[in-house]
C-alpha cells in the first residue's frame, strides 16, 4: 500500500540521518515550490544524502528508509538500484511485495549471488526480474541453466545460453 503523501514519513525519516540538511532542504524547496502534484526528487534527495556521506548512502539510511517507507515503492526501487546497499538492505528489497522492485535488484550488478537465486525461485518470478537475472554478471550459473532448462521463452533463453557460453 503505497502512501498517499510521503512527504511526512520522508521527511521523519531524514531527521533520523545525520548530514541529511541538504536532503532536507530539496524535499522542502519541492513541497513548497508547488501545487501541482509531482513526483518527489528521490534521486536529488539519495545523491545529496550520499556527497554528505563521501558519495556513499550511509547504512543507516537504507535502515531507516527501510522501515518508515517501505511501502513507497518509488524510494524502494531507488535504494534497489544503489551500488553502495549493505547486503542485509538488498535482502530485505528482495522480499518487497512490488514486483518492479525486485525486477530493478535483479539488474543490479552489486546483487549478490544468493540474492539473485532466492528472486529466481519466487513462485511469482515476474517477467522483468528474470530480464535482470539473465543480465547480471553475479546470477549464479546453475539459475541460468534452469532458465534455459525452462524455456522461459526465446529472447531469455538466448540471452542465458550466451551468458553460458553454449
Do not use: C
Amino acid at each position: 500500500m503505497r502512501p498517499n503523501n510521503p512527504f511526512p514519513l520522508l521527511t521523519e525519516a531524514l531527521q533520523e540521518i545525520p548530514k541529511a540538511e541538504e536532503a532536507m532542504a530539496i524535499l522542502i524547496l519541492h513541497e513548497l515550490g508547488s501545487d501541482l502534484p509531482r513526483e518527489l526528487p528521490l534521486r536529488s534527495i539519495l545523491e545529496s544524502l550520499a556527497r554528505a556521506h563521501g558519495n556513499a548512502l550511509p547504512p543507516i539510511a537504507f535502515h531507516v528508509f527501510l522501515e518508515k517507507l517501505w511501502e513507497f515503492p518509488p524510494l524502494m526501487r531507488r535504494l534497489a538500484a544503489r551500488r553502495d546497499a549493505p547486503p542485509e538492505a538488498l535482502e530485505r528489497l528482495a522480499q518487497h511485495p512490488d514486483p518492479e522492485v525486485r525486477a530493478t535488484l535483479a539488474f543490479n550488478p552489486k546483487t549478490p549471488p544468493g540474492i539473485l537465486e532466492a528472486l529466481y525461485r519466487d513462485p511469482t518470478l515476474p517477467w522483468r526480474v528474470l530480464r535482470g537475472l539473465v543480465r547480471n554478471p553475479n546470477t549464479p550459473k546453475e539459475v541460468l541453466e534452469a532458465i534455459v532448462r525452462s524455456k522461459w521463452g526465446r529472447r531469455i533463453t538466448e540471452r542465458a545460453k550466451a551468458r553460458l557460453g553454449t
